[in-house]
T-cell receptor
């Protein structure tokens, strides 16, 4: 099945550093979502984007809906140890026949205190 | 408001045994989904439902059945478990498919 290309696959950073990750698709979406999954838990929604070019923040997190509608970006500023986890992007065409989410392959983030 | 809950949290089965995973949501969501998550494979959609009494196949439906008799519940059944079904299963729900909210997962080991 289709999966979105997410990069980088993993990041190992020092506490306080900023983080950037992105997600690309071969097809366009009208909705982009970013989730975080802690070890042993289910994915938790971080940010939802509904419009091309939209820039949305949630605390230290900022995400952007790419102008081409085929990509999205997530930035985390001033990382802290609790940012550790796997970050997934997901795209969908809300209002379509099934509204199924297509998930990215995930970015594993490790933060060194 | 508990959100999305899943029962059980962990289960061990022998090959050929059957079981049912229960997902419940208290957010009055119309859509519900079952995913499996395997290392290196990400989240893959098994079955989904767009409303009470409806079900549809996802990306990897073989070996699974589902039922949505009540709006708040979505059941995933394994009739004859196989080792290939060892995985972590996640349920999710959404109002009308826009943003999905996930449960904590059920870890299944088939021996």
């Amino acid at each position: 099945g289709q999966q979105l290309n997410q990069s980088p696959q993993s990041m190992f950073i020092q506490e306080g550093e900023d983080v950037s990750m992105n997600c690309t698709s071969s097809s366009i979406f009208n909705t982009w979502l970013w989730y975080k999954q802690d070890p042993g838990e289910g994915p938790v929604l971080l940010i939802a984007l509904y419009k091309a070019g939209e820039l949305t923040s949630n605390g230290r997190l900022t995400a952007q809906f790419g102008i081409t509608r085929k990509d999205s970006f997530l930035n985390i500023s001033a990382s802290i140890p609790s940012d550790v986890g796997i970050y997934f992007c997901a795209g969908t065409n809300y209002g379509g026949a099934t509204n199924k989410l297509i998930f990215g392959t995930g970015t594993l983030l490790a933060v060194q205190p | 408001n508990a959100g999305v809950t899943q029962t059980p949290k962990f289960r061990v089965l022998k090959t050929g045994q059957s079981m049912t995973l229960l997902c419940a949501q208290d957010m009055n969501h119309e859509y519900m989904y079952w995913y499996r998550q395997d290392p290196g494979m990400g989240l893959r959609l098994i079955h989904y439902s767009v409303g009470e009494g409806t079900t549809a196949k996802g990306e990897v439906p073989d070996g699974y059945n589902v039922s949505r008799l009540k709006k708040q519940n979505f059941l995933l059944g394994l009739e004859s478990a196989a080792p290939s079904q060892t995985s972590v299963y996640f349920c999710a729900s959404s109002y009308y498919g826009e943003t999905q909210y996930f449960g904590p997962g059920t870890r299944l080991l088939v021996l």
